[in-house]
């Protein structure tokens, strides 16, 4: 079994800061992709931000520049540093763990139970 528990999230006003963790029950080194994603009251679910196991890294163009995902192989976390918090970035954070198929995609195969950020103005 594979489990992710998110933790960290709380509220914040705006240009605050928060860091959110993921901690997986396995090895991180299972997965060739980390995830964090979003989603908001009335919204369709967001990709955050990604992080592979090349160490590459890939944001949405909303957070460019304020969030950074980031990886503790020790600890088996995945991280994810909100910084200049704004309204708009308050929903449901949700971690995701993922392999590489057939076709060459990254599938996000296993999820945690998100944790709530809100941004108060």
């Known amino acids: 079994q594979v489990y992710l528990v998110e933790s960290g999230g709380g509220l914040v006003q705006a240009g605050g800061s928060l860091r959110l963790s993921c901690s997986v029950s396995?090895?991180?080194?299972?997965?060739?992709?980390m995830r964090w994603n979003r989603q908001a009251p009335g919204k369709q679910r967001e990709l955050v931000a990604e992080f592979f196991s090349g160490g590459s890294t890939n944001y949405a163009d909303s957070v460019k520049g304020r969030f950074t995902i980031s990886r503790d192989n020790a600890k088996n976390t995945v991280y994810l540093q909100m910084n200049s918090l704004k309204p708009e970035d308050t929903a449901v954070y949700y971690c995701?763990?993922?392999?590489?198929?057939?076709?060459?995609?990254?599938?996000?195969?296993?999820w945690g139970q998100g944790t709530q950020v809100t941004v108060s103005a």
């Open positions: 995701a763990a993922g392999v590489r198929n057939w076709r060459g995609s990254y599938s996000s195969d296993y």
């Open positions: 396995g090895s991180i080194f299972s997965f060739n992709v």
